[in-house]
């Protein structure tokens, strides 16, 4: 079965920072990876994705991914923290026969001014 | 727009009560998700639904049951055997297996 590894439980950073979140996974065929962002009392929103192809992949508020099969590792990147970064961020592997979700337990990330 | 509806947003239920959660989508998925989601804990599966009439269990089924005779809606009822379901639940919706899931904004069931 799949399943997926977020070592940190929280992490601060300053406003203007770089950023790395990390997510390691377990699965034994080519994995589908996703990274989710979730506000204060929200449901959660995608960030961005890999299926195959390109290595590092793009999302939408300024976030990048990269897929190592090597490492097993997807982890997510911000090259400046914005404020408005402050949530928690979820990485997930879908596989299995259902196709389900697999999400990891989750990353709080705290922004200091 | 469309997306994925769940309501109330915060639901208080006495012990011993039963409890539905709505969740409604209009995008025309037809796999739906429910998951709870407790602090520290991530999200867990509780039920899910491929297609219209047909669920299965999730990681969390137990004190839970669900129905799905439409494929716009997959409520959740709460039962007085789930032992502890003050929690966050969640539901999502994708359409294809390699989808992305779509999230609702969550209910937050709160046992008084």
């Known amino acids: 079965a799949q399943s997926v590894t977020q070592p940190d439980i929280h992490i601060t950073v300053s406003e203007g920072a770089s950023l790395e979140l990390r997510c390691n996974y377990s699965y034994g065929a080519t994995p589908y990876l996703f990274w989710y962002v979730q506000s204060p009392g929200q449901g959660l929103q995608l960030l961005l994705k890999?299926?195959?192809?390109?290595?590092l992949v793009q999302g939408i508020k300024g976030f990048e991914a990269e897929f190592k099969r090597s490492q097993s590792s997807f982890n997510l990147r911000k090259p400046s923290v914005h404020w408005s970064d402050a949530a928690e961020y979820f990485c997930a592997v879908v596989g299995g026969s259902n196709y389900k979700l697999t999400f990891g337990k989750g990353t709080l990330l705290t922004v200091n001014p | 727009d469309g997306g994925i509806t769940q309501s109330p947003k915060y639901l208080f239920r006495k012990e011993g009560q039963n409890v539905t959660l709505s969740c409604e989508q209009n995008l025309n998925h037809d796999a739906m998700y429910w998951y709870r989601q407790d602090p520290g804990q991530g999200l867990r599966l509780i039920y899910y639904?491929?297609?219209?009439?047909?669920?299965q269990k999730g990681d969390i089924a137990e004190g839970y049951s669900v129905s799905r005779e439409k494929k716009e809606s997959f409520p959740l009822t709460v039962t007085s055997a789930q032992k502890n379901p003050t929690a966050f639940y969640l539901c999502?919706?994708?359409?294809?297996?390699?989808?992305?899931?779509?999230f609702g904004s969550g209910t937050r069931l709160t046992v008084v």
């Open positions: 890999y299926f195959s192809g390109d290595t």
């Open positions: 999502a919706s994708k359409q294809g297996p390699l989808d992305g899931y779509t």
């Open positions: 639904s491929q297609i219209v009439n047909d669920f």
